[in-house]
């Protein structure tokens, strides 16, 4: 959805690039500046035409009938969020939020395999081969973006910092 060309992805497949915001409705206005068509980048390409209105969705329904899962053993019992209590009363009152807003909250909804696939080397097996993959173009685009010759990563971690 947003302009790629300068980003260096570890995986093509599982890293995005969006606004960080204080609240949703500043989101999607960052997004609605931000999204649009690349020529250099396949994925913005397959947007539609014209761009939707992102705005249109923010209405004080959005949330009515819709089910939000919580995989409550993802946030809690695995991750390192579980450290800092503050965090769990946040995400206690967001979903107190989504749910005074109309949606119907599902908790938990855990996935019974989860602990195996966190603790597994699969999504760093996909991310390592991506990156291996991604790396020749990287450099191509750096090299005709910047008018520099890149001879090494470390080179390319150097001007991508600056």
């Known amino acids: ?67 939000i899962g919580v995989p409550r053993r993802v946030f809690f019992d695995i991750s390192d969020s579980v450290s800092d209590p503050s965090v769990r009363v946040e995400f206690e009152k967001a979903l107190n939020v989504i749910r005074n807003l109309g949606a119907q909250v599902v908790d938990p909804t855990d996935i019974p395999s989860v602990k195996e696939i966190l603790q597994g080397d699969d999504q760093f097996t996909v991310v390592d081969a991506d990156f291996k993959v991604s790396l020749s173009a990287i450099i191509v685009r750096f090299t005709l973006m910047l008018f520099v010759n890149l001879v090494s990563t470390e080179q390319l971690v150097r001007i991508s910092s600056q």
């Open 1 to 67: 959805m947003t302009y790629l060309f300068t980003v260096i992805p570890l995986s093509i497949h599982q890293d995005t690039v969006g606004p960080l915001a204080r609240s949703i409705t500043d989101a999607v206005l960052l997004l609605s500046v931000i999204a649009g068509k690349d020529p250099t980048d396949n994925f913005t390409l397959s947007q539609p035409s014209p761009l939707p209105n992102y705005t249109h969705a923010l209405t004080k329904d959005a949330f009515k009938n819709k089910r």
